[in-house]
């Protein structure tokens, strides 16, 4: 991944059509799913975390990935190689008294 500042920028402004200076975390992984570049404002100029895996890859199967906001854990959980994947819902819809008898009888 050789972008820089000025490459990440325009990718952001021209690709993505985001505004660069919002303040929020911009995340760049490159082909390999190797190496991660990070870019943020923080009000008196620009960031750029960056990080190379030595072994394994960030992201498994391409086909799945998307444009998404995720919160800071799911950053963190990036950042260290492990995949953000729900298997099962964690949530269920509440049942009525009426369904809980139905169940009972």
Known sequence: ????YDGLYAKIRNVMGKDPMSGHLLA????RATQMKVMYWDRSGFCIWSKRLEEGRLI???????TREMDWTGLKLLLE???????KKRYFRATT?????????
């Open 1 to 4: 991944m050789r972008l820089s």
């Open 28 to 31: 760049f992984i490159n082909r």
């Open 60 to 66: 498994s199967d391409w086909s799945t990935v998307c």
């Open 81 to 87: 190689g492990m995949e953000i994947k729900r298997i």
């Open 97 to 105: 008294p009426a369904e809980i008898a139905t169940i009972i009888v």
